[in-house]
């Protein structure tokens, strides 16, 4: 069978708007996704479903092939495939062609004709594209984990606020009307004084991609731009286990579960403690386990305290209920993905008073994304607030890694009088890629 008529079963096919008309110039934005795996296609989705998008172009390193969510395929010519197929149902002769293809995105940024884009790359790649892109005047929709380290997570703010642009962090539970109430709970001082929260995060590294048997140096794939894909990251022979969904077992690119979820549950955690522009001031009884094979190296079991200037005791673990666990003095709420808990039953009932605060309201991430682009308004993830809450999972490797507690400056963004702790806010880049 040909890969086109295989589309619509392989990516679950997106909705298709039949019979409607397309809003004007006006109300419509051009699109392009750079980085077209998983979660790419995941955000492809969701934006094809905007009736006031317009995706013209996809970006991937690679030309297609396995290795992806479960061993599947993806690549920039499946994600253009899917692109035209859905186009192309909504038209008489069932057939779209218009969504152009690229290899390298800095060519995808120069096209004038492209309002806003969404980054869906590995970790390491996170700043320098998200730079590129603000510098480029295009809006952002950017997946979690926001950066690979604390110093260019504000490199990244401060490319996206000096340009005026608008930025959406792919922590999509901020659009989840559970973990919003069980924010406002706390924020509004219904389980009393907070003194404990826990996020409970998986643990492990799952061979998604079913490459964990081939970590061994194999010759690229043609069609893969390897050298690309490393970019910023260390020299290092291709192997299968080391790109596409694995790469987040490997501290080069990314930092583990501890990263990978960190720009999810911790994110909610600082939304309901108030503290989504600051942080912690403290790192402390760290405790980890780290994989001990070829490539895979993050940490499989975690353990740590985040200490906060009013007492309360953030702890992120592998070892706690999945989820994010509010505790106060008269009670407690836990919500994870589909579910909400809470002592007394009865706060599951509450909603803010008049004078109580409310947090952002957003049903649709995508969909909150273009309205905000259309409106200049912040949206309900914004850059600053993403970076503080990924600080947290970046400053318990630091301290996992170095094995002993820390402490942190929020304000400066550095650690007090620590110089060995402080070399490992950032990484150093290969040539020619700089911050």
Request: glycine share 10%.
């Amino acid at each position: 069978m040909r890969r086109r008529d295989l589309l619509p079963a392989a990516l679950l096919c997106a909705p298709v708007l039949q019979g409607q008309s397309a809003p004007p110039p006006s109300r419509r934005i051009t699109v392009g996704l750079i980085g077209c795996g998983n979660q790419g296609i995941n955000d492809l989705k969701l934006f094809l479903a905007d009736e006031r998008v317009q995706v013209v172009a996809v970006c991937d390193v690679n030309r297609q092939s396995p290795g992806y969510w479960n061993g599947g395929i993806a690549g920039r010519e499946p994600a253009r495939d899917f692109v035209e197929w859905h186009y192309g149902q909504a038209r008489r002769s069932g057939t779209y062609q218009g969504c152009a293809l690229y290899e390298d995105f800095r060519e995808l940024l120069r096209r004038p004709d492209i309002d806003a884009v969404i980054l869906a790359l590995p970790d390491h790649w996170h700043a320098l594209a998200t730079i590129a892109a603000a510098r480029a005047g295009k809006d952002i929709y950017g997946e979690k984990p926001l950066a690979l380290t604390i110093a260019e997570g504000r490199a990244m703010v401060n490319a996206v606020q000096s340009n005026n642009r608008i930025f959406q962090t792919g922590s999509q539970q901020r659009s989840d009307p559970r973990f919003r109430l069980a924010c406002e709970l706390v924020r509004n001082g219904r389980l009393g004084k907070l003194h404990t929260v826990l996020c409970g995060l998986p643990g492990g590294t799952p061979d998604y991609g079913q490459t964990g048997h081939r970590q061994d140096p194999e010759p690229v794939p043609a069609g893969f731009n390897y050298d690309l894909w490393l970019g910023p990251a260390p020299e290092a022979p291709y192997a299968p286990a080391r790109c596409h969904v694995n790469f987040r077992w490997i501290l080069d690119y990314s930092g583990g579960q501890l990263t990978d979820w960190g720009g999810h549950h911790p994110d909610i955690a600082q939304w309901g403690m108030g503290t989504e522009l600051t942080g912690p001031i403290a790192i402390r009884n760290g405790q980890a386990t780290w994989a001990k094979e070829k490539l895979w190296n993050t940490a499989t079991d975690f353990h740590f305290e985040a200490h906060y200037a009013s007492g309360v005791k953030l702890i992120c673990s592998s070892r706690v209920r999945q989820g994010v666990t509010f505790q106060g003095a008269d009670g407690w709420v836990w919500v994870n993905r589909g579910a909400i808990e809470a002592s007394p039953l009865q706060l599951l009932d509450y909603s803010p008073g008049p004078n109580e605060t409310r947090l952002p309201r957003s049903t649709s991430h995508a969909r909150n994304f273009i309205d905000s682009v259309f409106s200049r308004q912040q949206p309900i993830a914004p850059i600053e607030q993403a970076h503080r809450s990924i600080s947290i999972a970046h400053l318990g490797n630091i301290s996992l890694r170095l094995g002993r507690d820390l402490a942190w400056d929020p304000v400066k963004e550095r650690f007090p009088n620590d110089e060995a702790a402080n070399r490992l806010l950032s990484r150093p880049y290969r040539q020619p890629w700089t911050l």
